[in-house]
């Protein structure tokens, strides 16, 4: 399978491996800003380094580009990013182009991942 020829870019093969980076349990409070409406609010369910999903009760379109904002441990976070998956009220984003703040999306996943492997040794 040719992902450049599917998809017409390269770009298209780094959603693709993007999607294999881990996952982590984190819950925290998460604000989108869509460009064609009001602020949005939710709670995060999960975060790796090229995403993030949220639960939230106000919709989203999918295939739209917003504003994310939270709080990590490591740092505040404001970011870009595509609405790319909607179960319910789960929602999945990823992120586009994280660049400052990719060093503390990062930091934050390792030391979850350190986190919840000494809570559950299994699921590593």
């Known amino acids: 399978m040719e992902v450049h020829g599917q998809l017409g870019t390269d770009r298209g093969r780094e ?16 604000q989108i800003y869509p ?16 995403g993030v999903a949220a639960i939230l009760v ?7 580009v917003v504003r994310l904002e939270f709080a990590l441990p490591s740092g505040f976070v404001e970011v ?5 998956q909607r179960t319910a009220f789960r929602y999945g984003f990823q992120f586009i182009d ?18 919840q492997a000494v809570q559950d040794p299994k699921s590593v």
Do not use: M, W, Y
């Open 15 to 30: 959603f693709i491996d993007a999607r294999h980076c881990p996952r982590f349990k984190l819950e925290v409070d998460i």
């Open 35 to 50: 460009r064609d409406s009001t602020v949005i609010r939710g709670k995060t369910v999960d975060i790796s380094e090229s």
């Open 58 to 64: 106000n919709e989203v379109a999918l295939g739209k």
């Open 80 to 84: 870009c990013a595509l609405v790319r």
């Open 98 to 115: 994280p660049g400052s703040v990719q060093d503390i999306i990062g930091r934050t996943c390792r030391e979850l991942a350190v986190e």
